[in-house]
């Protein structure tokens, strides 16, 4: 099995800060990672396929990169809107698929 | 526009089945580019991903999850179907079914890009 680990496990920033949560996988996963964006009794929400392409409809200040084992999530310029949890996602092994725990980014 | 809902009820008794479907509208189950795909996530918890059907009739779950789960599609109805065995109170969980695009363009791999709001499944006597 793949284990996918975050960092950190939660974070607190502030409006306008630059945020970065990373995810390692427990073996090579290539470009085979995805970030979503979860609120409170919401479905989550994709951001980001194949480590750094940006879902239609996803504000550009969200971006990603890695490849390999180890990923970033950055958000250039911290929202409002922006205060969630994040998981990574990995399809390396599609149709079996493993998340993150989570990253919970909360206001400082 | 795709939408996905789950139904199912909401409170199942401990080693009973838990049921549930996901009924897709707005687009069809029988694309070659997608997996119908079952998730939970226990209150204040991750996301864990159960199992998957594609449109061939293949069906793939999680090992963790043991031989508990059966999940099927019925391209007739456009729905598909989650049942989980001998359930216990740590299968209560917000059960989520999502569709996975594998292809987006040039892209190696997309994501699970639409999902239904989720429905609490509570096991207790």
């Known amino acids: 099995d793949i284990q996918m680990t975050q960092s950190p496990s939660s974070l607190s920033a502030s409006v306008g800060d630059r945020v970065t949560i990373t995810c390692r996988a427990s073996?090579?996963?290539?470009?085979?990672l995805n970030w979503y964006q979860q609120k409170p009794g919401k479905a989550p929400k994709l951001l980001i396929y194949a480590a750094s392409s940006l879902q239609s409809g996803v504000p550009s200040r969200f971006s990603g990169s890695g490849s390999g084992t180890d990923f970033t999530l950055t958000i250039s310029s911290l929202q409002p809107e922006d205060f969630a949890t994040y998981y990574c996602q990995q399809s390396f092994s599609t149709p079996m698929y493993t998340f993150g725990q989570g990253t919970k980014l909360d206001v400082k | 526009h795709l939408q996905l809902q789950e139904s199912g009820p909401g409170l199942v008794k401990p080693s009973e089945t838990l049921s549930l479907t996901c009924t897709v509208s707005g687009g069809s189950i029988n694309h070659e580019n997608y997996y119908w795909s079952w998730i939970r996530q226990p209150p204040g918890k991750g996301l864990e991903w159960i199992g998957s059907?594609?449109?061939?009739?293949?069906?793939y779950h999680n090992p963790a999850l043991k031989s508990r789960v059966t999940i099927s599609g019925d391209t007739a109805k456009n729905q598909f179907s989650l049942k989980l065995s001998s359930v216990t109170a740590a299968d209560t969980a917000v059960y989520y079914c999502?569709?996975?695009?594998?292809?987006?363009?040039?892209?190696?791999?997309?994501?699970?890009?639409?999902w239904g709001q989720g429905t609490l499944v509570t096991v207790s006597s």
């Open positions: 059907t594609y449109y061939t009739g293949s069906t």
């Open positions: 073996q090579g996963i290539d470009i085979y």
């Open positions: 999502a569709r996975y695009e594998l292809t987006v363009e040039v892209a190696a791999t997309g994501g699970f890009d639409y």
